[in-house]
């Protein structure tokens, strides 16, 4: 190679761009990244395949904002976003969002710039033993060699080494083989100089990149994935054999005989309802579980799984996705008179009460559906259902030609739109205002169990953190979700509901870069001042008022309208049905925050 064609060039960069086409040609396009030094030759290749019209690369200055939007973006396109961080503690903020896409086996691909081998231990400036730091919840993980050569023309050993290196970590994020879909870690040591020219073979035209996403199909493992040489240190996850499900079988083929219930927890999607459909069987959908609909479904659940006379008398619960939100479902799926049945799902396996059934995928049998069984379920169901829906106008008062008759029904109508919110009202109107073309996130707050007990059944997308349910990235996951769900000028708009302590714990995802298209969202918070989930628990039995309100409620006096003007969101304060209707519904554009206030 002659020196014109190696001037400006750089191993590190040669090594990025090899890695980064092979992601790209496998259908990755969404980049998050925290900018950094050690990360330099990653960033710019990114960027420049950015300007080629390749990717989209998403500008985070917060690495466990980063994290979480490329979580996000996972949770709603199935496919994983890579994120590019430097060396040291930046590297250490990605494990939240790593142990939530563990848990809730969503696609996950980190590229983690690091110092090179021999600076480790030795006292070296911003370096630390990153090898390993997720191997407990990571698919893959592997310490990639330091790049030492220029390519060039793209074939040459270092950068057929990068490429199936890319291959194995997008095969293993999204689970094909053995195990379920999640995180995955390649960390990436580079020596200086650590960026040059990009290398001119990896610069591809926008119409070369289009040809090849149409071809590509991300899911299906590539032949040369295999195992790597040995100069590269590779990790085999934090599953337990336990935990990886074997080769897919036929379904488990379930007769209708035993009294049933149908779970849905967070993830369970669309199936659940189909099997309880199927087997004429009460559907017990969480709100966050993508299955709250159809005619099977059971409204007031709690309540119900309590009453001795229906939820005492279950045999047999099925089980899809993660349930979290009750303890009424917690104590059914403990008793150990209760045959679980549960569809292997992300995370670790369900099985508390020492007996429960794992299968691979689950069918109905054939046989007279216990229509006796669903219908005193279908009848308590309809007794417990909550209405929210305002009271409709009075007409013929409001026509009335009696000043008495027309005054009263305009004096009713007045109280109704100034009737203050409180939660259940709350819940209702953002449900009421989101469609399927929209995307709904719950945080971990007390507002998702408000949700869960007094909604309706409604077929819409809706995301929640629960596979560790923290409340930690619920506004960052919420944007990844808009990026994803957004992106080739689709309709709809994300709507993420969370309470006042969830926005500050999240709230440097409030930053967005001028330079990226803004995404459609409103963020609704539901702001009581403090953390009052706390109220409806045994330490409220057990603590103090004056320990409680310091280390538990936390009370904050944060002006939510003074964060909003800081990072450039729109703000509105509503404290009415009627506004809060108007703020939801009307035509949004960019994000906008919007708070109602609460009492404790």
Request: overall charge negative; aromatic content about 4%.
């Amino acid at each position: 190679m002659s020196g014109s064609d190696t001037a400006g060039r750089a191993p590190a960069t040669d090594a990025a761009a090899a890695l980064l086409q092979r992601l790209l040609e496998r259908g990755v396009t969404e980049i998050v990244l925290s900018p950094g030094s050690r990360s330099q030759a990653l960033a710019l290749a990114a960027a420049e395949l950015e300007h080629q019209g390749a990717l989209r690369v998403h500008v985070r200055i917060d690495e466990r904002v980063a994290g979480f939007t490329a979580l996000g973006i996972g949770r709603e396109s199935g496919l994983p976003a890579v994120v590019v961080c430097t060396s040291g503690t930046a590297v250490a903020n990605l494990l939240p969002a790593v142990l939530e896409a563990h848990h809730s086996a969503v696609p996950l691909l980190l590229l983690t710039a690091d110092r090179p081998p021999e600076l480790r231990g030795v006292g070296a400036n911003q370096t630390t033993r990153q090898p390993g730091l997720f191997a407990a919840a990571t698919r893959f993980e592997a310490d990639a060699p330091v790049p030492d050569e220029l390519d060039p023309d793209g074939t040459g050993a270092q950068s057929v080494m990068m490429r199936r290196l890319a291959d194995e970590a997008l095969d293993a994020a999204l689970g094909c083989g053995a195990r379920p879909a999640g995180p995955v870690h390649l960390n990436l040591p580079f020596r200086e100089p650590l960026a040059g020219a990009l290398p001119p073979w990896a610069v591809p035209t926008a119409a070369a990149v289009l040809a090849v996403q149409d071809q590509a199909d991300p899911a299906a493992p590539t032949e040369d994935a295999a195992a790597l040489s040995g100069a590269l240190y590779q990790g085999g996850g934090g599953i337990g054999e336990s935990d990886v499900p074997p080769d897919a079988e036929d379904p488990t083929v379930l007769e209708r005989g035993p009294r049933t219930v149908v779970i849905a927890g967070a993830g369970a999607g669309p199936d659940a309802e189909r099997i309880a459909h199927e087997g004429g069987w009460p559907l017990i959908a969480e709100i966050v579980s993508g299955a709250r609909f159809g005619r099977n479904l059971v409204h007031g659940y709690r309540e119900l799984l309590a009453d001795p006379a229906l939820g005492g008398r279950v045999q047999r619960a099925v089980v899809l996705g993660h349930p979290t939100l009750s303890r009424e479902v917690t104590a059914l799926l403990s008793r150990t008179d209760v045959e679980v049945i549960a569809r292997r799902g992300p995370g670790e396996p369900l099985n508390l009460n020492g007996a429960t059934t794992a299968v691979d995928e689950i069918a109905v049998g054939t046989g007279p559906a216990d229509r006796e069984w669903l219908g005193e379920w279908m009848q308590a169901s309809r007794a417990a259902a909550v209405d929210l829906s305002p009271p409709a106008p009075d007409a013929e008062g409001l026509a009335s030609v009696v000043p008495a008759q027309r005054l009263g029904a305009i004096s009713a109508e007045l109280d109704v739109l100034r009737a203050p919110l409180d939660r259940d009202v709350l819940v209702d109107a953002v449900w009421r205002a989101t469609w399927p073309h929209d995307r709904l996130v719950f945080g971990s707050s007390r507002l998702v169990r408000v949700a869960d007990r007094v909604l309706g059944g409604k077929k819409v997308p809706v995301h929640a953190n629960r596979g560790l349910a923290g409340i930690d990235g619920t506004v960052s996951t919420a944007l990844g979700v808009a990026i994803a769900s957004q992106s080739d000028g689709r309709a709809g708009v994300t709507r993420v509901l969370l309470g006042d302590l969830t926005l500050l714990h999240d709230v440097g995802a409030l930053l967005f870069p001028a330079a990226e298209d803004e995404p459609r969202i409103q963020v609704i918070v539901g702001n009581d001042g403090g953390g009052t989930i706390f109220d409806g628990l045994e330490v409220a039995q057990v603590a103090g008022p004056e320990a409680m309100e310091r280390v538990l409620y936390t009370p904050h006096s944060a002006r939510l309208e003074h964060l909003a003007l800081a990072y450039g969101w729109e703000y509105q304060r509503v404290t009415t049905r009627a506004a809060l209707d108007q703020a939801l519904t009307s035509p949004a554009g960019g994000r906008q925050l919007i708070e109602v206030p609460l009492p404790r």
